[in-house]
């Protein structure tokens, strides 16, 4: 037995769950149906005013189903959600799995080029996307795609209170040619779908991330996958039916999923839902619905603590919090617990770890490796393990730097359609996470640096490729180079340096206009430096660390 098969870190457990548990569910449909049968009028959603219980998700997701299932969708097809953090998110989710599909969750951030590739590379033939986003978006790419049937939604659902801070001025405007998620509802009440026969093995959802090809690859989250990791969170957190999940993570992405959808269904509890981040709104909703448990990245715990009168009697209520997707500077948490009462806990993991591999265990405070001040992002969840391989894939011993390389019953078995891609970083079923750091003897994991040229931007994944190939559709730039930058709240910024093609002239202003028209809010370049050359080796290639270490 190895140091890393011997699970050092077993001793720093909390009260554990037998290693080895396995959940009681085979799918995430089956975990809904279990907690729907056990409290049909449950509180599942609270959405401002609005309340769905479970007997409401059922029908309306039934109310899809048959609706997708009329329209031709089939099993196995996939279904896009392009939706901000609506209840929508939650019907669309167990209405295509009662359909016998699977999810392609999107970024409602995604302009048109970006909306185009995961709707063509999923091979998505229906749609379920808010009306704006359908207006303004979709319905100019959805004639590129496989897409036929949309189903529309608007944030004014299920609820009445209209925040304007959140909403704006938004108005229902039902698109031609879609059909409307609540007259679909309205339309099929009181109708079941034929029972989908789905396994444990089948996709639930793809989940898209880049990697340095600067292609983005669906990651195939199975139900095994996220029915274990829904467990890993309520045992590990200790959430009974009591508890209340604040969602400030964005659904679309693996910590919404698994960390506030997967885990409230399971448990079951109310998961509290507000449109989308604005910190002011978060607080009205942790005031007024009194969550219990969060997870998310940290900057949405440094913008609550930062709204002017916060103070600890509005945390009173929230009392476990774990952050994870973006590095957590120690400093940030004692900051928070000294304003608002409450200790942040780390937590770590990939959307190909299904949120987490990694998570500090609860009430424990997580140790700061003296040498590097990184604060440690805890231990490996259950049945898990982490393996910190040299650079010749050799097992390191604790203390020495290398990458980490996980397996568990969340990994994911792979990429939509790229089995290159798969093999490349799932070898063996092992995940090479290209995270680089390091296990104390006690078992303790830090994260030093990264293998991988990714930015991350306030827990958003910027791609430097997917940067680079827009920039280079400028007709004045010959060449590009994109970088992460230091930024005091993001974490990190994204910057690029462009030269020019002979004779061209363009402002960085222009650059940073050209880019932001293209590509989702968080990725495009903050700043453009136009420089004569950019450094290569001799052999060519563009030199981003160079670039990236002048700028830091
Ligand atoms: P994503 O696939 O968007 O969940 O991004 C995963 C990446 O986020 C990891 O490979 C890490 O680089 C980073 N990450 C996630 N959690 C943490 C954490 N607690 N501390 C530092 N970086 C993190």
């Not at 099993?75 to 939650?90: E, I, K, S, T």
């Not at 839902?273 to 619905?289: G, K, N, T, Y």
């Not at 011993?397 to 798969?422: D, H, L, M, N």
Request: with cysteine.
């Amino acid at each position: 037995m190895g140091v890393y098969t011997d699970r050092p870190w077993l001793a720093l457990y909390p009260e554990d769950r037998p290693a080895g548990t396995t959940p009681e569910h085979e799918t995430v449909l089956e975990v809904f149906q279990a907690s729907l049968a056990a409290a049909p009028d449950a509180v599942a959603i609270r959405y401002f005013d609005g309340v769905l219980t479970f007997a409401d998700l059922d029908a309306a997701s039934d109310a899809l189903a048959v609706g997708l299932t009329g329209a031709g969708f089939a099993p196995g097809d996939r279904m896009g959600l392009y939706v901000q953090n609506d209840p929508a998110f939650v019907i669309g989710l167990l209405g295509v799995w009662k359909a016998g599909g699977a999810a392609v969750a999107i970024n409602p951030m995604n302009k048109a080029r970006e909306l185009t590739y995961l709707l063509t590379d999923s091979g998505a033939t229906a749609l379920l996307c808010l009306e704006e986003l359908y207006t303004s978006v979709a319905r100019d790419v959805l004639p590129e795609t496989q897409v036929r049937t949309v189903v529309t939604c608007s944030p004014l659902d299920r609820q009445s209170r209209d925040d304007p801070r959140v909403l704006g001025d938004v108005k229902r405007d039902r698109p031609d040619g879609t059909l409307d998620l609540e007259e679909l509802v309205a339309t099929h009440a009181g109708r079941a779908p034929e029972p989908a026969s789905l396994s444990r093995d089948d996709v639930a959802v793809l989940t898209y991330t880049s990697g340095t090809t600067g292609v983005p690859k669906g990651a195939m989250n199975t139900h095994a996958n996220m029915v274990f990791n829904a467990a890993t969170y309520r045992d590990w957190m200790r959430l009974t039916p009591e508890d209340s999940v604040l969602g400030v993570a964005p659904l679309f992405h693996i910590t919404g999923l698994i960390g506030h959808i997967a885990v409230a269904l399971l448990v079951p509890c109310p998961l509290v839902l507000a449109h989308r981040f604005h910190p002011e709104v978060v607080l009205d909703a942790i005031r007024e619905h009194r969550p219990t448990f969060t997870v998310g990245s940290i900057t949405v715990f440094i913008a609550l603590s930062g709204v002017p009168g916060v103070g600890r009697e509005d945390f009173a209520s929230l009392r476990t919090i774990y952050s994870g997707g973006a590095p957590i500077a120690p400093a940030v948490t004692d900051a928070f617990e000294e304003r608002t009462g409450r200790y942040i806990h780390n937590i770590y993991g990939l959307t190909e770890t299904n949120s987490p591999s990694h998570a500090v265990p609860l009430g424990r405070r997580a140790p700061v490796d003296p040498h590097s001040g990184a604060l440690s992002v805890g231990v490996p969840v259950y049945d898990t393990v982490v393996r910190i391989l040299g650079e010749d894939g050799a097992e390191l011993p604790p203390g020495e730097v290398g990458e980490i390389v996980t397996s568990g019953p969340q990994v994911v078995p792979g990429y939509w359609r790229k089995p290159e891609a798969t093999a490349e970083s799932l070898p063996g079923g092992e995940l090479r996470t290209g995270d680089v750091g390091f296990m104390d003897e006690q078992g303790w994991f830090y994260l030093v640096d990264r293998k991988k040229d990714m930015i991350n931007a306030a827990g958003y994944k910027v791609w430097p490729r997917e940067v680079e190939d827009v920039l280079y559709g400028h007709p004045a730039v010959r060449e590009a180079a994109v970088v992460g930058v230091p930024d005091e709240y993001r974490g990190e910024s994204v910057k690029a340096f462009v030269s020019l093609k002979p004779g061209a002239t363009v402002t960085a202003e222009e650059v940073i206009a050209f880019a932001k028209e293209r590509m989702a809010a968080y990725k495009y370049p903050r700043t453009v430096e136009i420089v004569d050359e950019l450094p290569k080796t001799t052999t060519g290639k563009i030199l981003r660390r160079e670039l990236r270490d002048r700028d830091a």
